[in-house]
T-cell receptor
Framework: RKEVEQDPGPFNVPEGATVAFNCTYS??????FFWYRQDCRKEPKLLMS???SGNEDGRFTAQLNRASQYISLLIRDSKLSDSATYLC???????????FGTGTSLTVIP | EAQVTQNPRYLITVTGKKLTVTCSQN?????MSWYRQDPGLGLRQIYY???????DKGDVPEGYKVSRKEKRNFPLILESPSPNQTSLYFC???????????FGPGTRLTVL
């Protein structure tokens, strides 16, 4: 069983749409959660950390549900520049290992 | 400029020819890590290091070696590369373990 699972998509949405991605993790010892963005096989870059109380950064909102072991990312008012692959990342506290989901592909269409 | 650098960026080699991919960071980060990225499998952690002279295996360490003699450098060594090690490799660093990682630009390795 994979440590982190994401719907690979692709998600094709029109500009201005709201889109949500979910990610589930299997290890209850997971302690830190992140969403990264990766453009066209370039290096991943941090989009936002995910906190237990949920957090928002402009058009992006991240939520964590420890009971159900999933995290989510909501993008409001999608822009063309949001087109990318979004990676869910989980850190396991026992060994400081990071586990990445396979990524969800988003294309925002004019 | 704060950054993680990797060299080379592209490498084509043959089976069995030892190679080293270098990684260096200028942010005084304690934690460094190597990943490989393959289609359909995502990024998988190869090795990581919590600090100088401290390294641990990640998810897919077979066929790889690392060393951390200095805080800024974390080279990845393939003693005898094989075609199944053809992949896109990323080095990353963070201040300490469970925090934001900063990635290098990637090294695309092809083993023939």
């Amino acid at each position: 069983r994979k440590e982190v699972e994401q719907d690979p998509g692709p998600f094709n949405v029109p500009e201005g749409a709201t889109v949500a991605f979910n990610c589930t993790y299997s290890n209850s010892a997971s302690q830190s959660f992140f969403w990264y963005r990766q453009d066209c096989r370039k290096e991943p870059k941090l989009l936002m950390s995910v906190y237990s109380s949920g957090n928002e950064d402009g058009r992006f909102t991240a939520q964590l549900n420890r009971a159900s072991q999933y995290i989510s990312l909501l993008i409001r008012d999608s822009k063309l520049s949001d087109s990318a692959t979004y990676l869910c990342v989980v850190n396991i506290n026992t060994g400081n290992q990071f586990y990445f989901g396979t990524g969800t592909s988003l294309t925002v269409i004019p | 400029e704060a950054q993680v650098t990797q060299n080379p960026r592209y490498l084509i080699t043959v089976t069995g020819k030892k190679l080293t991919v270098t990684c260096s960071q200028n942010m005084n980060h304690e934690y460094m890590s190597w990943y490989r990225q393959d289609p359909g499998l995502g990024l998988r952690q190869i090795y990581y290091s919590m600090n100088v002279e401290v390294t641990d295996k990640g998810d897919v360490p077979e066929g790889y070696k690392v060393s951390r003699k200095e805080k800024r450098n974390f080279p990845l060594i393939l003693e005898s590369p094989s075609p199944n090690q053809t992949s896109l490799y990323f080095c990353a660093s963070s201040l300490t373990g469970p925090y934001t990682q900063y990635f290098g630009p990637g090294t695309r390795l092809t083993v023939l």
